[in-house]
């Protein structure tokens, strides 16, 4: 058990800060698109190049097998899961791409999908739907639902007798909202519906382990907040349900009940996913429960202010529970893409406008590296708003 660390105390988060180098030409406040790795985790990144490329061939055909094996269960031990339930992916896309291509559809099933779900999740399910596969059944979620029952209702009502999969975004990107996936894949299960999770942004941000989720396919980043360096992401199956999936990239020499059946990936850079271990151990030393706190501490530190100025509408919902780091706002009378442009030009803070339905939010997203006066800067940049 790691200690309790206050999520205010300065000291200790210092000495955090100062095992990440982030660039001193602006205040980074984009760390949704991925979590810049700590030195540590760089300098065992280099180190496994090194190596990998002074041993060449050698290192791949007589070491790697068991590294890699390690290092799936070291994964599997830090998920709360299986080692056979575990599969190393590039990212979530690819996770995504190998559930959804991969699942036994017929051409009459629907598959229901929220407005706020990710890009290339929609883009690979519109594909699908185009090739005939499945149709698609829209779900709309609320900003501000005042319980989790709201939620649900939401996706209940998408779901017709011909629902075979719901895709659910567990921490949703461009506004940070925490969604109840527990309670919805319960509620799926019950009517014999599965749920793909989307957990790119909520694994190893808000601590959790795998199987509180109560899903059998979940797809996480692991180079978002665990803090792997880039080019790694996770796909967890629960072993009874590995069968079903059929698999993306070519594959004859495993069984079907063998998770390895889905990873023909060829030829796969070994120094990021080497570098896993060393990102857990890093994650394991500050402790989730610490670090969940700390994010939304740096949240609140600008949001509680922001809240207070009249041109600002916070686009999170209001319970502390429903969001952690990741927050979004819109301002009633400025587009949001322009309210980047101003924060960069005039205060060197960086962040990013995506599209939520028809607008533009502007989002907000601390890393560990950050501290409250950055957050202060924030706030004073947005008091002086034009
Ligand atoms: C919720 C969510 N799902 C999936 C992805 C896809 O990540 P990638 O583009 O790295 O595959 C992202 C990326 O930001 C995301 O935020």
């Known amino acids: 058990m790691t200690q309790h660390i206050e999520a205010s105390d300065e000291r200790y988060w210092l000495d955090i800060r100062s095992q990440y180098e982030p660039s001193p030409d602006f205040i980074n406040l984009e760390n949704g698109y991925f979590g810049m790795a700590s030195r540590p985790v760089m300098d065992a990144l280099e180190a496994y190049n090194l190596l990998v490329n002074r041993e060449a061939a050698f290192f791949m055909r007589t070491k790697y097998p068991q590294r890699l094996a390690d290092v799936v269960q070291s994964l599997a031990a830090f998920f709360g899961v299986s080692a056979d339930e575990v599969l190393v992916v590039r990212n979530p896309t690819e996770g995504m791409n190998i559930l959804i291509q991969g699942y036994p ?74 969604l109840p996936v527990a309670k919805i894949a319960r509620m799926a299960q019950d009517l014999g519906i599965d749920v793909f999770v989307d957990a790119a942004h909520s694994f190893a941000h808000i601590d959790y382990r795998l199987p509180e989720l109560q899903s059998s396919f979940v797809v996480v980043h692991l180079h978002k907040w665990l803090g792997a360096p880039l080019g790694v992401g996770m796909l967890y199956i629960r072993s009874n349900r590995v069968r079903d999936i059929a698999p993306l990239y070519g594959d004859t020499s495993h069984a079907a009940e063998d998770i390895r059946k889905l990873a023909r990936f060829g030829t796969t850079p070994p120094g990021p996913i080497l570098a896993i271990e060393d990102a857990i151990a890093f994650h394991n030393r500050i402790g989730g429960r610490n670090k969940e706190a700390r994010l939304r501490y740096l949240k609140e530190c600008w949001v509680n202010e922001a809240k207070t100025l009249q041109r600002i509408e916070l686009m999170i919902p209001d319970a502390p529970e429903r969001s952690c780091g990741i927050a979004a706002f819109r301002v009633k009378d400025r587009d949001a893409q322009a309210v980047v442009d101003y924060l960069l030009a005039e205060h060197r803070i960086f962040t990013v406008a995506p599209m939520v339905g028809t607008t533009r939010v502007v989002r907000v997203t601390p890393h560990l590296y950050n501290t409250p006066e950055e957050m202060a800067k924030l706030v004073h940049a947005l008091r002086q708003l034009p």
């Open 105 to 178: 559809f017929g051409p009459d099933d629907e598959v229901v999908v929220a407005d706020q779900d990710y890009d290339s999740v929609k883009e690979t399910l519109t594909m699908m739907e185009q090739r005939g596969r499945f149709r698609l059944a829209p779900v709309q979620l609320p900003f501000h639902p005042v319980d989790d029952e709201e939620i649900l209702a939401a996706y209940r009502k998408a779901i017709t007798p011909k629902t075979r999969v719901l895709i659910v975004t567990h921490l949703l990107h461009r506004t940070g909202q925490i």
